[in-house]
């Protein structure tokens, strides 16, 4: 899942980003309003982690502008703030769930998983393909009942193609999913990630074909 974090306290935010990124998440951080808000009607994301407090536009403006577009993108608020007056406005702005610093990486994580299993109850948690199964809930493949074991990077990049299932997914892109916007790797770092998924994948009927110069594709083939 693509999470963006919205937070101008960098420690924090960065701390959030590399908890989330273990757990085999992108990550995409911004500490400023303005180029949040930017970034979200640009790039988007499968969820967004929002401090109220930040520098240029707020969280509450940003959740204001994102929801008059039609974005229901789940949104978890953050905020220091002991009002209650913050919470209750952005609950009604449309936030799903607020946390209140500090909080416990713990309860951030279950928070997110618990808003990432609300919206797979709305479009499908699990996607079959070939003789594969995904189910995003868990971020599992499986044969019939058998699960495969396939490591978080490869997971991200599946979770990527599937999601344009029928289109050619540039390399960018598939960055972008795997480790986030602006991360510092270099663009060739997602090919060992696809050439080993290919290589387990091929077994059951799915391959990734490669679009010279454009990018790839994933294809049932058996």
């Known amino acids: 899942m693509r999470i963006a974090i919205i937070e101008d306290n960098e420690?924090?935010?960065?701390?959030?980003?590399?908890?989330?990124?273990?757990?085999?998440?992108?990550?995409?951080?911004?500490?400023?309003?303005?180029?949040?808000?930017?970034?979200?009607?640009?790039?988007?994301?499968?969820l967004i982690v929002l401090d109220i407090n930040?520098?240029?536009?707020?969280?509450?403006?940003?959740?204001?502008?994102?929801?008059?577009?039609?974005?229901?993108?789940?949104?978890i608020l953050l905020t220091a703030r002991s009002d209650t007056s913050d919470r209750v406005a952005g609950l009604d702005m449309g936030a799903d769930d607020y946390l209140v610093k500090p909080?416990?990486?713990?309860?951030?994580?279950?928070?997110?998983?618990?808003?990432?299993?609300?919206?797979?109850l709305e479009y499908g948690a699990k996607e079959s393909f070939g003789a594969l199964e995904f189910d995003r809930a868990t971020r599992q493949v499986s044969f019939g009942e058998t699960a495969l074991d396939i490591p978080r990077r490869e997971l991200s990049v599946l979770e990527c193609l599937l999601e344009r299932r029928g289109r050619i997914v540039s390399k960018s892109q598939l960055m972008d999913h795997v480790y986030g916007i602006g991360a510092d790797v270099d663009d060739t770092a997602v090919e060992p990630h696809v050439s080993r998924l290919?290589?387990?994948?091929?077994?059951?009927?799915?391959?990734?074909?490669?679009?010279?110069?454009?990018?790839?594709?994933?294809?049932?083939?058996?």
Request: proline fraction near 3%.
């Open 54 to 75: 930040l520098p240029g536009r707020s969280g509450l403006e940003i959740l204001r502008a994102l929801r008059l577009r039609g974005d229901g993108t789940p949104v």
């Open 11 to 46: 420690a924090l935010a960065n701390a959030i980003a590399y908890r989330l990124q273990d757990r085999g998440h992108a990550a995409d951080v911004l500490h400023d309003g303005d180029e949040a808000d930017r970034f979200l009607t640009r790039e988007g994301a499968d």
């Open 198 to 222: 290919r290589r387990r994948l091929a077994p059951h009927g799915v391959s990734i074909k490669t679009a010279r110069g454009l990018g790839y594709m994933l294809e049932v083939t058996g």
């Open 103 to 120: 909080f416990e990486m713990d309860e951030l994580e279950a928070r997110i998983r618990a808003l990432s299993r609300r919206k797979e």
